[in-house]
C-alpha cells in the first residue's frame, strides 16, 4: 500500500473529505453501490458509526457489558478513522441479539455502520462475547456475527478483539488493538533516574514491571512470538543483552565475551537468531547470532559505527545505521552480510531505522536543524515523509499491520521526563499513549495469541 492511501471498497459506506460541507450524507452517497474510502494526507471526516447497548446476560454481566462496550469504542474512535454516534442520539433500541435491525432508526440519525452484540456470564468465571456488524444505508450484516469465549479476567483481550474484527472489515487492513506494548518506565530525577522494563496494553491498560529498577535497562525488543523479550542491561557496569521469556521469568545473556560490550539487539523474523551490535577496543561492527547455537557472525567490518539493525520481514535483509560517511545515515545490506547501500539521502543525521511488517517501508528518526522527527521511506530511500516534528523525538516502532508509529518524545521543561506517542502513518492522528509515569523506547508486539 502507498504511504498514506488506504484503499477499500465498502458498500455504502462513505468517509467524507475536507471539502465536504456537512456530516449529512447526500442523497446521491446514499445509494446502494460499492464506494471507495481514499484516506489521504489531506483532513478525513471520521466515519459516523454506532454502537447499541451490548445484551448482558448472567451475574455481573451489566458491568462488563459496559466496559467492554467503552473499549470498543475507544479503540475505534483512536485511530481517528471513526467518529462515535453518542447513545443519546440512539433512535433504534436493540433489545435482543438476534432481533431485526430497524435500519431506517439508525439511517436517520446518519450511522453509516452499527454495532450490535451480547455478554454471557457462565459458571466458573467465564465470559462469552458475540458480535455483530451492519452496514446501515445497505441494510445488511458486514459478515458474519464473532463470538470469543474465556476466563472472566479477560474481557479486555475480548473487546479489542472485537475492536479488531470491526476495524478490519470497515478499512480492509490488519488488526492491531490485541497487542502489547514493552517500553522502559523512568522515576525519579534526571540525574538519578530509575528506569525498569515494563509491559503494558496497546492502549496503556495493565502496566506492569518486568525488573526491579536496580540496573539501567534500555531498548525492549519483542520475538516474532510475542512471548520473549531482548533488552540490554548494565548490571555488570557495560551494556549487555539479555533474552527474558515472559511466561516463565527466566532470563539469560546472550554475549558476555571479555573487553567487549553489546547492544541494539533485533530478532530474526523467524525468532532463531539476532543481530546486535557489538563494540571491541573502540569498534562497533554487527553480529549476528544464532540462539539454538549460541554461534556468532560478523556481518559489517568497517572502522565506523555501525548498529540499530532491524531485519525485512522476508529475512532477506537488513536495514542499520552508520557513520561512515561523518554523519549519522541509514544502510541496507543482504542479512548473511556484504555490501551495504545507502538509502537515507536528505539532509541532517539519521537513526534507529525498523522495517515496516508489510516490507514496503522503513521508519527511522532524523535530525535535522535542530529538531528531531519521526520519518518514514520506502525501502530504497524514495519517498521521505516526516510525520512529526519537535524539541525531541526518537526510537519508532510499528503496530502489527503497519498503520501506526509509537515513538519516544522529550519536551522542553518537564525535567527530562519522556513519554510514549503514536502517530498514523499519514501523519494524522497524533496521540499521547497513558503511562504509569515517565515513559521510553516503546516495542510494540505482534498481534496476541
Do not use: C
Given at each position: 500500500m502507498?504511504?498514506g492511501?488506504?484503499?477499500r471498497?465498502l ?6 473529505l475536507?471539502?465536504?460541507?456537512s456530516g449529512?450524507l ?6 446502494r453501490?460499492p464506494l471507495?474510502i ?11 458509526f454506532a ?9 455481573g454481566?451489566?458491568?462488563l457489558?459496559?466496559?467492554i462496550?467503552?473499549?470498543?469504542t475507544a479503540?475505534l474512535v483512536g ?5 462515535e ?5 440512539h433512535?433504534?433500541r ?8 430497524r435500519f431506517?432508526?439508525?439511517?436517520a440519525?446518519n450511522?453509516?455502520a ?7 456470564v457462565?459458571?466458573g468465571g467465564?465470559l462469552?462475547?458475540e ?5 446501515v444505508?445497505?441494510g445488511?450484516?458486514?459478515g458474519?456475527?464473532?463470538r470469543f ?6 474481557w ?13 472489515r470497515?478499512?480492509g487492513?490488519?488488526?492491531y488493538f490485541?497487542?502489547r506494548v514493552?517500553?522502559i ?5 534526571k540525574?538519578a533516574?530509575v528506569k525498569?522494563?515494563a509491559i ?10 518486568l525488573?526491579?529498577g536496580r540496573d539501567l ?7 516474532p ?6 533488552y540490554t542491561?548494565?548490571?555488570t557496569?557495560?551494556p ?12 539469560r ?7 567487549t560490550?553489546t547492544?541494539?539487539p533485533?530478532?530474526?523474523p523467524?525468532?532463531r537468531k539476532?543481530a ?14 544464532d540462539l539454538?547455537t ?5 556481518l559489517?567490518?568497517?572502522?565506523s559505527?555501525e ?6 520481514p522476508d529475512?532477506?535483509?537488513?536495514v542499520?545505521e ?7 545515515q541509514?544502510?541496507v545490506?543482504?542479512a548473511?552480510?556484504?555490501d551495504?547501500?545507502?538509502?537515507s ?15 514496503d517501508h522503513?521508519a527511522?528518526?532524523k535530525?535535522s536543524r535542530?529538531?528531531?522527527h519521526?520519518?518514514v521511506?520506502r525501502?530504497?530511500?524514495?519517498e521521505?515523509r516526516l510525520?512529526?516534528?519537535?524539541f525531541?523525538?526518537e526510537?519508532p ?6 498503520r ?9 521543561g518537564?525535567n ?7 502517530v498514523d502513518?499519514t ?10 509515569g515517565?515513559?521510553s523506547d516503546?516495542?510494540?508486539s505482534?498481534l496476541?495469541?
Amino acid at each position: 500500500m502507498t504511504p498514506g492511501r488506504l484503499s477499500r471498497l465498502l458498500s455504502g459506506w462513505l468517509v467524507l473529505l475536507a471539502t465536504a460541507l456537512s456530516g449529512v450524507l447526500p442523497a446521491a452517497a446514499q445509494e446502494r453501490r460499492p464506494l471507495r474510502i481514499e484516506i489521504t494526507e489531506g483532513v478525513i471526516e471520521p466515519l459516523p458509526f454506532a454502537i447499541a447497548p451490548f445484551i448482558a446476560k448472567g451475574q455481573g454481566a451489566d458491568k462488563l457489558a459496559e466496559d467492554i462496550v467503552a473499549v470498543v469504542t475507544a479503540d475505534l474512535v483512536g485511530t481517528g478513522l471513526f467518529r462515535e454516534i453518542p447513545r443519546s442520539a440512539h433512535i433504534g433500541r436493540v433489545t435482543a441479539f438476534d432481533s431485526p435491525v430497524r435500519f431506517a432508526d439508525w439511517q436517520a440519525i446518519n450511522a453509516q455502520a452499527l454495532v450490535t452484540g451480547a455478554v454471557t456470564v457462565v459458571s466458573g468465571g467465564r465470559l462469552a462475547v458475540e458480535f455483530r456488524l451492519f452496514d446501515v444505508f445497505a441494510g445488511r450484516p458486514l459478515g458474519d456475527g464473532l463470538r470469543f469465549s474465556g476466563r472472566a479476567s479477560g474481557w479486555r483481550r475480548m473487546a479489542h478483539k472485537v475492536a479488531d474484527a470491526v476495524y478490519s472489515r470497515i478499512t480492509g487492513e490488519g488488526p492491531y488493538f490485541d497487542s502489547r506494548v514493552a517500553f522502559i518506565a523512568e522515576s525519579g530525577p534526571k540525574n538519578a533516574r530509575v528506569k525498569r522494563l515494563a509491559i503494558m496494553d496497546y492502549d496503556g491498560a495493565n502496566p506492569r514491571f518486568l525488573t526491579d529498577g536496580r540496573d539501567l535497562v534500555l531498548a525492549p525488543r519483542f520475538a516474532p512470538d510475542g512471548e520473549r523479550i531482548l533488552y540490554t542491561s548494565y548490571e555488570t557496569g557495560r551494556p549487555r543483552i539479555y533474552l527474558l521469556d515472559l511466561g516463565t521469568g527466566r532470563r539469560r545473556a546472550l554475549d558476555d565475551q571479555p573487553g567487549t560490550m553489546t547492544f541494539a539487539p533485533r530478532f530474526s523474523p523467524d525468532g532463531r537468531k539476532v543481530a546486535f551490535s557489538l563494540e571491541r577496543a573502540g569498534n562497533t561492527d554487527i553480529y549476528e547470532m544464532d540462539l539454538a547455537t549460541g554461534r556468532r557472525t560478523r556481518l559489517t567490518a568497517a572502522p565506523s559505527i555501525e548498529t540499530a539493525p532491524s531485519y525485512s520481514p522476508d529475512g532477506k535483509w537488513i536495514v542499520f545505521e552508520s557513520d561512515r560517511t561523518g554523519t549519522q545515515q541509514l544502510y541496507v545490506m543482504p542479512a548473511a552480510g556484504g555490501d551495504p547501500r545507502r538509502i537515507s539521502r536528505g539532509s541532517g543525521r539519521y537513526a534507529t531505522p525498523v522495517w515496516s511488517p508489510q516490507g514496503d517501508h522503513i521508519a527511522f528518526t532524523k535530525q535535522s536543524r535542530g529538531r528531531f522527527h519521526i520519518g518514514v521511506m520506502r525501502t530504497d530511500g524514495s519517498e521521505e515523509r516526516l510525520l512529526t516534528s519537535s524539541f525531541l523525538d526518537e526510537g519508532p516502532t510499528w503496530s502489527p499491520n503497519g498503520r501506526v508509529v509509537m515513538f519516544t518524545r522529550e519536551t522542553p521543561g518537564a525535567n527530562g521526563a519522556a513519554a510514549i506517542y503514536s502517530v498514523d502513518l499519514t501523519g494524522r492522528n497524533l496521540r499521547r499513549v497513558p503511562t504509569p509515569g515517565a515513559a521510553s523506547d516503546p516495542a510494540w508486539s505482534p498481534l496476541l495469541r
